[in-house]
């Protein structure tokens, strides 16, 4: 089993950044297949931005305002967001996929507004 628990939501002006952290613990030993997906409101869950052992691939709105990365020693999974907009509102969930099973956590919300 593994545990994910998101953080660094909050709310915060057009323009401005926030960084989501997703911990891990758990029977995990690498993060090698990752996402973040967004939930707005009144939509479905939809994927913003996925790290695997090929690379890194962004929705189109998030392309050169969001990143990625995974810390290893750490196993956990981070994405920087800048330049946010009111459409970037939503809950925020990590994923990982491991040993042929999708773990998620409980999300965390993000709201843009001035």
């Known amino acids: 089993q593994v545990q994910l628990v998101e953080s660094g939501g909050g709310l915060v002006q057009p323009g401005g950044s926030l960084r989501l952290s997703c911990t891990t613990s758990?029977?995990?030993?690498?993060?090698?297949?990752t996402g973040w997906y967004r939930q707005a409101p009144g939509k479905q869950r939809e994927l913003v931005a996925n790290f695997t052992s090929y690379g890194t691939n962004y929705e189109d709105s998030i392309k050169g305002r969001f990143t990625i990365f995974v810390d290893s020693a750490k196993k956990a999974v981070f994405l920087q967001m800048n330049r946010l907009k009111p459409e970037d509102t939503g809950i925020y969930y990590c994923?990982?996929?491991?040993?042929?099973?999708?773990?998620w956590g409980q999300g965390t919300q993000v709201t843009v507004s001035s």
């Open positions: 758990g029977n995990l030993f690498e993060i090698s297949d």
């Open positions: 994923k990982i996929y491991h040993q042929a099973t999708n773990y």
